[in-house]
């Protein structure tokens, strides 16, 4: 049984910075990979970031490699630190949770969150 909570996602300018939240149910602690995904309108699903049940570094999208940054507190929360945001970062932002390590696919994560919006404007 995991719950997941996203917060932070709002409008913002191009080149600015955003943070990300994402809390989830005490029972998540130790058990899973959580990770951040991000849908825009006409788009696959695609991998933002994410770190391991095994406490491993976090890995990156290609997208968002060396502007973004997980992190994770305790085990149960996730964040996602957005630096020298971009018009094309603009989506739907969503936490996951995976039973499973080392994965991107949004088909190997079974529990998400209900998503926060992000705007970049020019």
């Known amino acids: 049984q995991v719950q997941l909570s996203e917060a932070g996602g709002r409008l913002v300018q191009a080149g600015d910075s955003l943070r990300l939240s994402c809390a989830a149910s005490?029972?998540?602690?130790?058990?899973?990979?959580m990770a951040w995904f991000r849908q825009a309108p006409g788009k696959d699903r695609e991998f933002v970031g994410a770190?391991?049940?095994?406490?491993?570094?976090a890995y990156y999208g290609d997208s968002v490699r060396g502007r973004f940054i997980t992190s994770r507190d305790q085990w149960r929360t996730i964040h996602l630190q957005m630096n020298s945001l971009k018009p094309e970062d603009t989506a739907i932002y969503y936490c996951?949770?995976?039973?499973?390590?080392?994965?991107?696919?949004?088909?190997?994560?079974?529990?998400w969150g209900q998503g926060t919006q992000v705007t970049v404007s020019s």
């Open positions: 996951a949770a995976s039973s499973s390590v080392q994965v991107t696919a949004a088909r190997e994560y079974s529990y």
């Open positions: 770190i391991d049940s095994t406490g491993g570094s």
């Open positions: 005490q029972q998540t602690a130790g058990r899973y990979t």
